[in-house]
């Protein structure tokens, strides 16, 4: 069967608001059928360059005692967790996740937080976990560079990620050399969902996605490009420019020791690149880059790197600025001018 035409690829396509939902129960389903599926998973992750934590059991969106609600949570002998499975589609990040999670999975055995997602989002999602993570356990030195896909967070919690589509094969060969036609019939039907939800060019809207919350919120986005430059030009981190815009894109030009930046509110950039609407563009001068890549170097150094390049627009090196959360007004505003300060603070002054 081609998993395009997954059957219940197509009923959450059109019953559930949230096909997460239904892929999470749909693999709780399947992994409590048969142990050697969840033998599967661990070899699968061992694969990743992960050492296989101890499951026996699994159960899903079992809340944990620090509010952390994993779609899936493997157990060992003891009961205690030693494994969670984040199933993502589009939905974003909550805001414990990653850290709280992290956080919730002893210490003293190996252990593993896995994120499985469309391959679509998969490096762009990784980011802004190694983002979370070096902001969350920032008052220790357990946090180490990241791999392709995995990170180790202290001697025994890893962080890992992997698309849906290697992920579920890997069961599916397992389930097929122990001839169990059903499990393999099974992972397939999920394996359309995924495939669905990956490819897909335009997902159907749904009623949250139209409320005026989030009209609201990107009428917001504009308002802080023009709050934060005005701040930093209040404190002399940078020269006013003009501003400018394009299609669903917004910008200010900020003058940085010597050098004209682009303050930039871009959705194309936050779809594609990082999970972030605001960007910091290179000066439209190509024979400056050299110099400012190598001024701003330590960037790129960064794990995850802080220069990134847009191959939609000349391949132009872009430093996402992503904003404080849960905090108020102001402080975000703040931090997004300090960020802008640090920037500055790299580059050695040009002629005026």
């Given at each position: 069967m081609n998993p395009h035409d997954s059957l219940l690829g197509h009923l959450a396509s059109r019953l559930s608001a949230h096909p997460e939902n239904v892929a999470t129960e749909a693999l709780a389903f399947?992994?409590?059928?048969?142990?050697?599926?969840?033998?599967?998973?661990?070899?699968?992750?061992?694969?990743?360059?992960?050492?296989?934590?101890?499951?026996?059991?699994?159960?899903?969106?079992?809340?944990?005692?620090?509010?952390?609600?994993?779609?899936?949570?493997?157990?060992?002998?003891s009961g205690a967790p030693v494994l969670f499975i984040e199933a993502k589609f589009w939905a974003g990040l909550t805001d414990h996740q990653p850290v709280s999670y992290l956080r919730a999975l002893p210490s003293d055995r190996p252990t593993t937080l896995l994120f499985i997602v469309p391959e679509a989002r998969r490096q762009m999602l990784w980011r802004e976990l190694l983002v979370r993570c070096k902001e969350g356990f920032q008052e220790s030195a357990a946090f180490e560079s990241e791999r392709q896909s995995v990170a180790q967070v202290g001697p025994n919690r890893f962080l890992a990620i992997s698309a849906w589509k290697p992920f579920l094969e890997s069961l599916q060969s397992a389930a097929?050399?122990?001839?169990?036609?059903?499990?393999?019939?099974?992972?397939?039907?999920?394996?359309?969902?995924?495939t669905r939800e990956d490819t897909t060019a335009f997902l159907p809207l749904r009623q949250e996605e139209l409320s005026?919350?989030?009209?609201?919120?990107?009428?917001?986005?504009?308002?802080?490009?023009?709050?934060?430059?005005?701040?930093?030009?209040?404190?002399?981190?940078?020269?006013?420019?003009?501003?400018?815009?394009?299609?669903?894109?917004?910008?200010?030009?900020?003058?940085?020791?010597?050098?004209?930046?682009?303050?930039?509110?871009?959705?194309?950039?936050?779809?594609?690149?990082?999970?972030?609407?605001?960007?910091?563009?290179?000066?439209?001068d190509r024979n400056s880059w050299d110099d400012l890549l190598q001024a701003l170097h330590p960037l790129a150094l960064q794990s995850p790197p802080m220069i990134l390049r847009d191959p939609s627009w000349r391949d132009t090196p872009v430093i996402p600025l992503h904003p404080k959360l849960g905090v108020e007004h102001h402080e975000v505003i703040q931090g997004m001018v300090d960020r802008l300060r640090n920037i500055r603070d790299l580059i050695p002054a040009s002629p005026p």
């Amino acid at each position: 069967m081609n998993p395009h035409d997954s059957l219940l690829g197509h009923l959450a396509s059109r019953l559930s608001a949230h096909p997460e939902n239904v892929a999470t129960e749909a693999l709780a389903f399947i992994l409590r059928q048969n142990e050697y599926l969840r033998q599967a998973v661990l070899r699968f992750l061992e694969g990743l360059g992960v050492p296989p934590p101890q499951v026996v059991s699994f159960s899903a969106q079992q809340s944990e005692e620090n509010a952390a609600r994993p779609d899936l949570r493997g157990a060992d002998k003891s009961g205690a967790p030693v494994l969670f499975i984040e199933a993502k589609f589009w939905a974003g990040l909550t805001d414990h996740q990653p850290v709280s999670y992290l956080r919730a999975l002893p210490s003293d055995r190996p252990t593993t937080l896995l994120f499985i997602v469309p391959e679509a989002r998969r490096q762009m999602l990784w980011r802004e976990l190694l983002v979370r993570c070096k902001e969350g356990f920032q008052e220790s030195a357990a946090f180490e560079s990241e791999r392709q896909s995995v990170a180790q967070v202290g001697p025994n919690r890893f962080l890992a990620i992997s698309a849906w589509k290697p992920f579920l094969e890997s069961l599916q060969s397992a389930a097929l050399s122990q001839g169990d036609r059903v499990s393999s019939e099974n992972l397939n039907q999920l394996l359309g969902l995924c495939t669905r939800e990956d490819t897909t060019a335009f997902l159907p809207l749904r009623q949250e996605e139209l409320s005026a919350g989030i009209g609201q919120r990107i009428f917001q986005f504009g308002a802080l490009v023009d709050e934060v430059c005005e701040s930093a030009v209040e404190q002399k981190i940078c020269v006013r420019g003009p501003s400018g815009g394009s299609k669903l894109s917004y910008y200010r030009t900020v003058r940085l020791a010597g050098h004209d930046f682009y303050f930039y509110l871009s959705p194309w950039r936050w779809h594609t690149l990082a999970e972030t609407p605001f960007w910091l563009e290179f000066p439209s001068d190509r024979n400056s880059w050299d110099d400012l890549l190598q001024a701003l170097h330590p960037l790129a150094l960064q794990s995850p790197p802080m220069i990134l390049r847009d191959p939609s627009w000349r391949d132009t090196p872009v430093i996402p600025l992503h904003p404080k959360l849960g905090v108020e007004h102001h402080e975000v505003i703040q931090g997004m001018v300090d960020r802008l300060r640090n920037i500055r603070d790299l580059i050695p002054a040009s002629p005026p």
